[in-house]
């Protein structure tokens, strides 16, 4: 996998959702498709993010625990892992430690 995106457009404006546990920024690549590049803090209580597209999640660095829909069961993923949410679906996760990520909106 690369390890930079050329040719991109970036929205300024950072999407930050809960009080600053997880924060990204939109790009567009030159063929129209659209990732989040982003950090997620760590935190005590897992994070809940909803899909409205399909989501391929990336793992660039760090561990987290998520459970995917209404699936009961909870699965770790590192650095070089990556996970898929379906579209209309919710994902929640949690980490102690920094998780930096690429989310693919497939």
């Given at each position: 996998m690369?390890?930079?995106f050329d040719a991109v457009s970036i929205t300024k404006k950072a999407n930050v959702?809960?009080?600053g546990h997880s924060i990204s920024h939109v790009i567009e690549l030159e063929d129209g498709t659209k990732k989040?590049?982003?950090v997620i803090l760590p935190t005590e209580k897992a994070l809940t993010f909803k899909t409205h597209v399909s989501e391929r999640i990336e793992i660039i660095s760090g561990k987290c625990s998520v459970q995917i829909g209404d699936d009961p069961d909870t699965k770790v993923y590192s650095s070089g892992e990556s996970f898929n949410v379906?579209?209309?679906?919710k994902f929640k996760i949690i980490t102690d430690e920094v998780?930096?990520?690429v989310c693919h909106l497939e």
């Open positions: 690369p390890n930079q959702h809960y009080e989040t590049l982003g379906p579209e209309n679906s998780i930096d990520y």
